[in-house]
């Protein structure tokens, strides 16, 4: 027998209260009472998003919503910039060139933090049609600067939708669509949402509906335009995800409850414990911009990442992520996002203080356990 913990960046754990709702037998979704839960939902997922207007809730993984921003908001004759600072940069290049839109890419080493100067210039030369980037690139544990990116490609291009990837920012830290500017936002139930995967966000400005007229990329079971008028009345195109709607609506409120900013303030604190557990530790972040969600560090150099993840979640149930691509072994990712409270983060930290100490790193016991009490005793 052996109890598993997640601390992974997805898929995160789910609180039992959600777990319950998503138990209940299947309601058939062409009822009122669907509909009342999905119209639930949606209010919520608004909130969580911090918008005005709709929020489309999408059967699929956050790519799916990924692939509905670039097939509904743009033309095959495009040329689009993205920042590429990892493997989910990475992605909006590959979507891109699958619809056949020209993609520029603006390289960022990654581990490194996009720089708003070099985005904006590159914008003000191109008048590309959007610029896609994440506010949270997971495989790096680095945070894109959204606000300040979305203010300078304004100023210099104000025609340019910006399409974010707010996979795990949403919910996790503030980003605020309307206020800042933003045209797309998308998401993911298996981050700060707490579900299981299977269900994708996505808000659009009214500037990129606009523009959802003249898009003449093809797209069917994402066909954004079709969703927005069945969801407006609380329904979808075809069948939902109704085990995880249920569970959504629970999730949402639950977010909601405890207040939206304060669950910033609790990622943000969670992520400045596990900072200082690893520099107490002797352990170099990779990220120059640390993101809220997760914390990437390099792994030491005489240890594979990729065995930190295996031992500590088989000899102590605590699931972490590695490095992906050219990161795989050299880093390894622990996150504290979603339901993840203080006492969690202190179970996975002390699992990893084990894990790198079965692993022949010297390490004194508590020294980086403590260092992350400390920091939450400070708040
Ligand atoms: C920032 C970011 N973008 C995109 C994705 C892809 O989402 P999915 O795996 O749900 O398709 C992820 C998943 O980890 C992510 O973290």
Known sequence: MKKMMLLSPGPTAVPDRVLKAMSEATIHHRTSVFEEVFAQAREGLKKVFQVSSDVLILASSGTGAMEASVSNFFRKTDTCVYINGGKFGERWGEILRAYGVNAIEISVEWGRAAVVEEVASIV???????????????????????????????????????VVDGITGVGVFDIRPEEWGLDVLVSGSQKAFMLPPGLSFLWASEKAWERANDSDLPCYYFDLKKEKKQQAKNQTAYTPAIGLVLGLKESVS?????????????????????????????????????????TAVKSPADIDGQKVVKHMRETYGVVIAGGQSHLKGKIFRVAHMGYVFESDLLAGLAALEHTLHDLGYPVEFGKGVGAAEKSLAEG
């Open 124 to 162: 003000e030369k191109e008048k590309p049609a959007g610029l896609f980037f994440q506010a949270s690139e997971t495989s790096t544990g680095v945070r894109h600067p959204t606000q300040e990116i979305t203010k300078a490609v304004k100023e210099v291009s104000p025609d340019t939708l910006i």
């Open 254 to 294: 639950m977010i909601l409850e405890e207040g939206l900013e304060n669950v910033f303030n609790r990622h943000a604190k969670l992520a400045r414990a596990a900072r200082e557990c690893m520099k107490a530790l002797s352990l170099e972040l990779f990220s120059e911009v640390p993101a809220e969600g997760l």
